[in-house]
């Protein structure tokens, strides 16, 4: 089974720090994902990636960057922590199969408050 | 129904009954995901259902897929209480090779 590995599964910060979620797959799958889930609400895309050294803008890129050092990592960093982005954030990773068909395997996500 | 900005959407039924949930959407899609989170974990992929498929079945799930109404359903067949979960169906945008989900449906099966 393809495994998805967040850390820290929980994170209090503190307004204005700089907060770093970090994702690891096993998979050797090209894509990756960031999103985010609030409480009632779907998944919402972050960043994504291609592969080591890509990023692309999801839907809701403010206040994100995000980091593809290498194939298996990928990480979801915010500068400037805000309330408005306590959330819980889920990584994933994609594949087999391409375009339409990619089936994306999530991490059990990581709970973070910013007070 | 479940996509765009919909709030989640809260089903509760009896353990033994059966239940769809529906998905609609707006422009042309080839191929839907359907995905159930339980909680305190993420969403993992149940069924994925392609327009020339139109109708899947995996255990007691069953998915439609129809392109001319732009709309998919999840049935599932004598509901079990382990069936309790947030049901999300998802696709991808034709510009963009990301795949994007509905505001999901909460289900709850009561012993």
């Known amino acids: 089974e393809a495994a998805v590995t967040q850390s820290p599964r929980n994170k209090v910060a503190v307004t204005g720090g700089k907060v770093t979620l970090s994702c690891n797959q096993t998979n050797n799958h090209n894509n990756m994902y960031w999103y985010r889930q609030d409480t009632g609400h779907g998944l919402r895309l972050i960043h994504y990636?291609?592969?080591?050294?890509?990023?692309e803008k999801g839907d809701i890129p403010d206040g994100y960057k995000a980091s593809r050092p290498s194939q298996e990592n990928f990480s979801l960093i915010l500068e400037l922590a805000t309330p408005s982005q306590t959330s819980v954030y889920f990584c994933?990773?994609?594949?087999?199969?391409?375009?339409?068909?990619?089936?994306?395997?999530f991490g059990h996500g990581t709970k973070l408050s910013v007070l | 129904s479940q996509w765009g900005e919909e709030n989640l959407q809260a089903l509760s039924i009896q353990e033994g009954e059966d239940v769809t949930m529906n998905c609609s959407y707006k422009?042309?899609?080839?191929?839907v995901h359907w995905y159930r989170q339980d909680s305190g974990r993420g969403p993992a992929l149940i069924i994925l259902i392609r327009s020339n498929e139109r109708e899947k079945r995996s255990g007691r799930l069953r998915a439609t897929l129809d392109t001319s109404s732009q709309s998919s359903s999840l049935s599932i067949t004598a509901a079990q209480c382990e069936d309790t979960a947030v049901y999300f169906c998802?696709?991808?945008?034709?510009?963009?090779?990301?795949?994007?989900f509905g505001s999901g449906t909460k289900l709850t099966v009561e012993p």
């Open positions: 422009t042309y899609t080839t191929v």
């Open positions: 994933a990773s994609g594949g087999p199969g391409q375009g339409a068909n990619e089936r994306l395997f």
């Open positions: 990636s291609y592969g080591a050294g890509s990023t």
């Open positions: 998802a696709r991808k945008m034709s510009n963009y090779n990301v795949l994007y």
